[in-house]
Each structure stands twice: as C-alpha cells, then as structure tokens.
C-alpha cells in the first residue's frame, strides 16, 4: 500500500518542487543564484528542481547588489504565476 | 497607418503590456525558428512552434521589440498584422497588480537602443536553461526579462518553458489569449 501510495504520488503532476515548504497560497523556496542581470534588474534564481525565478527590485526583503552567483537565497514564493514575494540571503 | 473604410485589429480591447506574437514568416530566420522549436524537446514550445517573433504592446498600435538588424526597437504592429496571422496574450493572475501590468511597456521602451543577436538564438536553443546575455538579446528573451522586471513573473520558471522562445510564449499556460477581431473603421 505504501508503495502504490508513493507511485501514486510520483504521478501527482502539481507534487511540491524539493525543498519547498507549503504555506497556503505562497510556499517557501530554497534556491541558489544562478545569474544577476543588473540591466534589467533582476538576479535568478534556480531551486533544486531546475524551476526559475527572478528577484527583482520589487522583491522585498533582500538587496539584489548584495547577491553573488552561487549564494543560496529562502524565497517565499506564489503558487500561480510563480512570483517570489520575499527573499533572503542564507548566510 | 489604416484609412476610414479598412478593417484594423480591435487595439481597444489591447491592453498596454500584452504579448504580441507573429505566426508564420516568411524569411528564413523565421523559419529557421519554427522548425527549432518544432523539434524542442518542450511540448509547450512544440505546441507553439508556428510562432516566430514576440513583441511587447506599447498602446496606440504600438509595439517595443527585438529584431535583426533595428535591434530593441518601437514600431507600429501594423507591420505585422498586415501579412501574418498574430496572437494577443497576458498574464493571466488576477492577483498581479494593475500597475505592475502598466510598468510593462514603460519597462520595455527603456530598453530601445539595446543591439539583437543571432548568437543569443543560437545559445539558447543549444543550452536549455542559459542565462540572458545581455549584449546580445533575443525577442522572447526581451518580453521574459521585462515581464520578470515589471511584474516578478519569471515566464521560464517551469523547466519545461526554458529556454524561453516565441512559441514557449504562445502556447504557456500562464497566458491567457486575447479575443482579436478586425473592426471596420
């Protein structure tokens, strides 16, 4: 039964990305800075499923010049249209 | 420009920072994108794959997009829609804020002036989930780093939408299709 219940699970196509932590409407995110883009300012980053997400200069909580490529982030993030709310740098 | 008794595109019901997308080309790096993404291995981008170009609506008929040779640039739509079938889409979250929408196509028109790259096509077609290079833009690149910067809404997040091309764009669940209809004036 265990089994079935974790293929079952595997099948689920909305199953929670690793790592991520849900909290009703907005789940919390771990991932990890992948490229800062100041033209447009935003930086991305990528969590440990490949999902994308940019950190702009609306992205409360966190200061985009202080990120560096490879430094790990907490996002709080929406569950539609994937928009991070806040973020902040793991020290 | 349309003269009284043609028919134009019902640009009232169009709304500043909607998603312009141009089906079918006839030039050959229009093609050349249609086949690429026909063969993705993304099904969005398969589903889209007839799209060849995206631009961003700036309001009054016109669009901010990236192309060979004008590079980021402001013209009318009008060049598009007189030949090629097009397709309207936005975000399709309720919950994203009015002036974030609007921030759009202000975002967008900053960019005029920024050069395009047939390298930065190459890229990210050959490397799925490449970053941006920045000196070298793309059109879908363009409509995903200004969606991303006015709205917070990355369009690639999905791996399956990465990289993110024209025909990612008119297929993504994320977007809803605007009704078009040509109105007689």
């Known amino acids: 039964m265990h089994l079935l219940m974790n293929y ?3 099948l689920n196509p909305r199953r929670e990305p690793k790592g991520s ?14 490229a800062l883009i100041p033209e447009y300012h935003q930086v991305k980053v990528r969590d440990g499923d490949g999902h994308l997400y940019a950190l702009t200069r609306k992205t409360q909580g966190v200061d985009l010049a202080s990120l560096h490529e490879g430094q790990r982030v907490v996002c709080t993030v929406t569950r539609k249209l994937p928009r991070v709310l806040n973020a902040a740098a793991v020290v | 420009m349309a003269w009284p008794g043609t028919y134009v595109p019902n640009f009232s ?23 690429s993404q026909a063969t993705s291995l993304s099904a969005v981008t398969r589903a889209g794959a007839i799209c060849s170009h995206a631009a961003i609506y700036l309001g009054g008929g016109m669009v901010v997009d990236a192309t060979r040779g004008a590079g980021v640039s402001a013209q009318s ?11 309207v889409r936005r975000l399709s979250d309720p919950t994203i804020p009015m002036a974030d929408i609007a921030d759009i196509s202000a975002m967008a028109q900053q960019h005029i002036g ?11 077609k050959l490397i799925p989930g490449t970053m941006p290079v920045l000196d070298a833009l793309y059109c879908s690149t363009l409509v995903g780093l200004v969606v991303a910067d006015a709205t917070g809404v990355d369009l690639s997040s999905d791996p399956a939408h990465q990289p993110l091309h ?8 994320e977007l809803a299709d605007v009704l078009l209809e040509w109105r007689h004036l």
């Open chain 1, 8 to 10: 079952a699970f595997s």
């Open chain 1, 21 to 34: 932590q849900d909290e009703g409407d907005t789940r919390r995110v771990e991932a990890v800075v992948v």
């Open chain 2, 13 to 35: 019901d169009w709304r500043e920072g909607d998603i312009v997308l141009v089906h079918r080309t006839a030039d050959a790096a229009g093609l050349a994108i249609q086949a």
């Open chain 2, 77 to 87: 739509v009008w060049n598009y829609c007189q030949h090629r079938s097009i397709q």
């Open chain 2, 114 to 124: 920024e050069p395009y790259s047939v390298i930065q096509v190459i890229i990210s």
């Open chain 2, 166 to 173: 024209p025909g990612t764009l008119a297929a993504h669940p």
